[in-house]
């Protein structure tokens, strides 16, 4: 009777065994050709489809949260890749707030409460003092552009990470210390989410993509979200008008007569 109930017991440690290294081995991250699954294709195939999208006409709501206090109001896009971007804030009562024109070279940024514009190099540094927002323009591209892609991370070799569920997939990145994860849709083949972490596993962006609607064969998304954790700052996004491919753009930047220009210098 003894030997019975330890050869019982002897099974049962076993199989909690087999059963706890299988969940192990399912939740690591893949590599990409695992179990005859090559997410390079989906990846091509999203990139081909942001590709697609060479310009944007859109409109909609904005809000911003930071160290400073809330803003909200409604915004006016012109984006066309792969370096042009036109902005238009108004806020309450339809009271005009900013604009601003961002290359990738430089851009030319008008207060309008203030009556002030601002012109410098686009630079990651420049961006964060003159727009609070601790980006660079390859992130400011990807996100006006509704078109969520790979490029960014293009020159890296992405794992795989199954765990979520069958319609979602995990591509792992990582690039100078920090870990980059993007989160699939796979059924439509769309990015839902762009998170990178610190070596010590902190966030220090994430990107949120929701409200996707399909035209023209490609999935695009209305609602945008950007949080910046160490920065206390939020930046959303609500195109209740976008236009995609459009020759109607412009890109004319005009400012009054009597504005104060101020060249800015990138600090030390």
């Known amino acids: 009777m003894k030997i019975l109930i330890g050869r019982e017991i002897v099974i049962k440690v076993l199989s909690f065994i087999f059963v706890v290294s299988l969940f192990i081995s ?3 991250p893949k590599k990409i050709e695992d179990d005859g699954f090559d997410i390079r294709d989906v990846i091509k195939q999203i990139n081909n489809s942001s590709k697609k999208i060479k310009s944007l006409k859109g409109a909609g709501n904005i809000s911003l949260e930071n160290e400073s206090g809330a803003n909200s109001g409604s915004f006016k896009i012109n984006l066309l890749k792969p370096d042009s971007i036109s902005l238009s804030i108004t806020g309450p009562f339809g009271i005009n707030v900013a604009k601003a024109l961002i290359t990738r070279d430089s851009f030319l940024f008008h207060d309008s409460f203030n009556n002030v514009a601002v012109k410098g190099k686009t630079t990651k540094r420049n961006i ?6 601790n980006i660079d323009f390859d992130d400011i591209l990807s996100v006006l552009s509704c ?9 890296l070799e992405p794992q795989i990470d ?3 569920s069958e319609n979602e997939a995990v591509i792992i990145y990582q690039k100078e210390g920090d870990i980059i994860k993007y989160y699939l849709n796979l059924e439509n083949k769309y990015i839902s989410k ?17 409200s996707y609607y399909k035209k023209d064969n490609m999935w695009i998304p209305r609602s945008i979200k950007i949080v910046l954790p160490y920065e206390n700052q939020l930046l959303s996004l609500y195109f209740e008008k976008q236009e995609i491919n459009t020759d109607n753009l412009s890109f004319n930047f005009t400012i009054p007569k009597d504005t104060k220009i101020l060249n800015w210098r990138e600090k030390n």
């Open 194 to 210: 762009r998170v990178v972490y610190s070596g010590s596993g902190k966030i220090i962006s994430e990107e949120n993509y929701q």
């Open 147 to 155: 078109s969520p892609d790979f490029f960014r991370e293009s020159n």
């Open 162 to 164: 199954l765990r979520a």
């Open 128 to 133: 964060a003092e003159i727009f609070k927002l």
């Open 26 to 28: 399912c939740s690591a």
